[in-house]
Nanobody
Framework: QVQVVESGGGLVQPGGSLRLSCAAS????????MAWYRRAPGKQRELVAV???????NYADSVKGRFTISRDNAKNTVFLQMNSLKPEDTAVYYC???????????WGQGTQVTVSS
């Protein structure tokens, strides 16, 4: 019914940048919020950034000033611009879409981000 697909992950050197994209499609009338989470091996999934359809944002303290979340509501797409990447940012990054009305959340399959020299 609802599909969420992330893209843009890859291997970068410390200090480099990546831009992740997430597109939601399917049975969607409108979206309340879209968010990025990440999970490193052996660790719990954590919230990285969230943005509502109205443009309100929130970030994890560890990424403030380095990451920027944005969205294109018309295309049901959210982006995560990641700058000044650190090895500790290495993780699988997941996109979550919250559909308006039902409040249901839908997850993407994840995209790998590796920061290493």
């Amino acid at each position: 019914q609802v599909q969420v697909v992330e893209s843009g992950g890859g291997l970068v050197q410390p200090g480099g940048s990546l831009r992740l994209s997430c597109a939601a499609s399917g049975s969607i009338v409108s979206i309340d919020a879209m968010a990025w989470y990440r999970r490193a091996p052996g660790k719990q999934r954590e919230l990285v950034a969230v943005i509502t359809s109205g443009g309100n944002t929130n970030y994890a303290d560890s990424v403030k000033g380095r990451f920027t979340i944005s969205r294109d509501n018309a295309k049901n797409t959210v982006f995560l611009q990641m700058n000044s990447l650190k090895p500790e940012d290495t993780a699988v990054y997941y996109c979550k879409t919250v559909v308006a009305g039902t409040g249901n959340g839908y997850w993407g399959q994840g995209t790998q981000v590796t920061v290493s020299s």
